[in-house]
């Protein structure tokens, strides 16, 4: 399966602030799909279960205003998070392929946040969000510790592989 994606910015955040240069994490996007869709784990996604060749999603970054405004409104959660997903795909029984391309959705991160909560780099950080925020396109939740722990799991392999290699 192949995967594309757009990388942009949805407010005023300034990107060099965070040193971040969109075009070196296309890379590691890159990457992260390629070990994600390369994993068993994922094979009960829906993208699966549907003849598929291409999926398709954005990555937006943001300040932590703007994520707190999102959070409100599509949400009900009147606070500062740190991904947000819009799956148009995995969550509506409904989605359109078209030319056997699945468009996923939207991941929308604060890279404001990103830096506040980092427990060891700002780039691991931001990397774990995007492989978070993936997961969640590609249909996977967390609302039970089962789940949760699940979707940990997947992040930490997928982190720990891409540092290897």
Do not use: W
Request: charge should be positive; aromatic fraction near 8%; proline fraction near 1%.
């Amino acid at each position: 399966m192949k995967a594309s994606f757009t990388l942009s910015k949805i407010d005023d955040i300034k990107l060099k602030k965070f040193n971040v240069i969109l075009k070196n994490y296309r890379q590691d996007i890159k990457k992260i799909l390629n070990i994600l869709l390369n994993s068993d784990d994922i094979k009960s996604s829906p993208v699966f279960k549907k003849d598929i060749s291409r999926i398709n999603f954005d990555v937006s970054f943001c300040n932590n205003e703007t994520i707190h405004k999102i959070n409100r409104e599509y949400r009900k959660k009147d606070s500062v998070t740190d991904v947000i997903t819009f799956s148009l795909f995995c969550d509506d029984e409904n989605a359109i392929i078209y030319r056997k391309t699945a468009d996923l959705g939207q991941i929308i991160i604060s890279l404001e946040r990103c830096d506040e909560q980092k427990q060891k780099t700002f780039e691991d950080e931001l990397l774990t969000l995007i492989t978070h925020g993936i997961l969640h396109l590609l249909g996977f939740d967390h609302l039970t510790k089962k789940d949760y722990d699940f979707v940990v799991r997947i992040q930490n392999t997928v982190l720990k592989e891409l540092r290897n290699e």
